[in-house]
Structures are given as structure tokens and as C-alpha cells.
T-cell receptor
Framework: GAVVSQHPSWVICKSGTSVKIECRSL??????MFWYRQFPKQSLMLMAT?????????EQGVEKDKFLINHASLTLSTLTVTSAHPEDSSFYIC?????????????FGEGSRLTVL | AQSVTQLGSHVSVSEGALVLLRCNYS??????LFWYVQYPNQGLQLLLK??????LVKGINGFEAEFKKSETSFHLTKPSAHMSDAAEYFC????????????FGQGTTLQVKP
């Protein structure tokens, strides 16, 4: 199946700094990628839809200035958590569809655990 | 709009026993339905998917699910649980094969006792 890779898997940062998480589709081109956030013992909450070459579409309640999304190429989307605070600590997961499959299935990255001290 | 409800946030079974994880959906368009599994600190792995073909869907690791339109359900089953099946399971729905958002249920933690 299609492969989506995230980097880094773990990141620890100080409060007030910014952190960038990368999401790559390794064997297909993804015009759309999705970013999810997951708190411990909870489900995945969709944060935003990342569109190649255009602005991301954010879900209600997600601060677009806090969570910057850039989708500059067909294989790379980045999520930057700006001025991170402890409440931003979470597990962030990206996903993408392989447009050649036409099944609606999402392929997920391994996830990135962010801890803000 | 779509939504998913997973009944039971925690299910505990004995090794070798039947596994049944419940999922009910709501969708204004014909749905595509999925079951994913998540192990600790990992991403999600697809178990199986329903995409309007056969209503009984077989997936990996011996899991299967049946789409019942009349009951708006897509319950996940496995005849005999293994210890390695202990994980978090998510049911998800989308209304589009290529552009729609995937909406997840709350998740069900499966515990398998020796």
C-alpha cells in the first residue's frame, strides 16, 4: 500500500519556541493531506486539510496562526506549531489519499509526539 | 454530513473468545466505512474497508465487518482473539472516495486477557 512518513517521531521543545513536523507521501503524489491531533486515550480530531499550492482549510476552533500548514509540493506537507505552549503537547498525525486508488482510504504517517516543557 | 458512534469505549475478552466491536454511522450520502487499528505511539493501520461492493468485508489478521444499511451499522468481529489484538480500534466514515474528510469514532480499547 501507499506509504506516508512523518518526521520527527518525537520532539521536546521549550515553551515559546516553534516546531515543524513534516509529512511525506513516499510513493504517490498527494494533492490533499490531512492533519489530525490526538490527545491521550482519545480519538483523532481533524485539524485541517492541506491543499497543494493553496491555503489550508482549517476546522472550526483550530487557530490558523498557531498551526501553520504549508503544502508546497505534491509529496510534502508541513505543520508548524508556533509559539508552542504546554497545552499544545499532543500526538499529531498526518494522512493522505492515493488518488490512483479511488477507495476513500487514508494512509497515515507514524505520528509525531510533541511535548512542550 | 457524516458521524460515527462506537458503542463501548473499552471491551475486554479472553484469549480465544469472540471479538465484537460496535460501530454505527450517520451519513447523508452513501458511505465509505473503515476500521483502523492503532498500537501505542503509532499511526493508524487499515484493517478493512467497505466501498459499496460486498457487504461482508474481510480484512487483515482475521477481522471482518458487515455493512448493514438498515441498521446503519458496521460492526467489527473476529472469531478468536489473540493477545496481539490488544490495541485501540477506530471506526471511520467518509462520503467521498477522493475528497471527503474521514471522520472517526471515539475509539474502542480492546483488552485481551490470557
Amino acid at each position: 500500500g501507499a506509504v506516508v512518513s512523518q518526521h520527527p517521531s518525537w520532539v521536546i521543545c521549550k515553551s515559546g519556541t516553534s516546531v515543524k513536523i513534516e509529512c511525506r507521501s513516499l510513493d504517490f503524489q498527494a494533492t490533499t493531506m490531512f492533519w489530525y491531533r490526538q490527545f491521550p486515550k482519545q480519538s483523532l480530531m481533524l485539524m485541517a486539510t492541506s491543499n497543494e499550492g493553496s491555503k489550508a482549510t482549517y476546522e472550526q476552533g483550530v487557530e490558523k496562526d498557531k498551526f501553520l500548514i504549508n503544502h508546497a509540493s505534491l509529496t510534502l506537507s508541513t505543520l508548524t506549531v508556533t509559539s508552542a505552549h504546554p497545552e499544545d503537547s499532543s500526538f499529531y498525525i498526518c494522512s493522505a489519499r492515493d488518488p490512483g486508488l479511488n477507495t476513500g482510504e487514508l494512509f497515515f504517517g507514524e505520528g509525531s509526539r510533541l511535548t512542550v516543557l | 454530513a457524516q458521524s460515527v458512534t462506537q458503542l463501548g469505549s473499552h471491551v475486554s475478552v479472553s484469549e480465544g473468545a469472540l471479538v465484537l466491536l460496535r460501530c454505527n454511522y450517520s451519513s447523508s450520502v452513501p458511505p465509505y466505512l473503515f476500521w483502523y487499528v492503532q498500537y501505542p505511539n503509532q499511526g493508524l493501520q487499515l484493517l478493512l474497508k467497505y466501498t459499496s461492493a460486498a457487504t461482508l468485508v474481510k480484512g487483515i489478521n482475521g477481522f471482518e465487518a458487515e455493512f448493514k444499511k438498515s441498521e446503519t451499522s458496521f460492526h467489527l468481529t473476529k472469531p478468536s482473539a489473540h493477545m496481539s489484538d490488544a490495541a485501540e480500534y477506530f471506526c471511520a466514515v467518509t462520503g467521498s472516495s477522493n475528497t471527503g474528510k474521514l471522520i472517526f469514532g471515539q475509539g474502542t480499547t480492546l483488552q485481551v486477557k490470557p
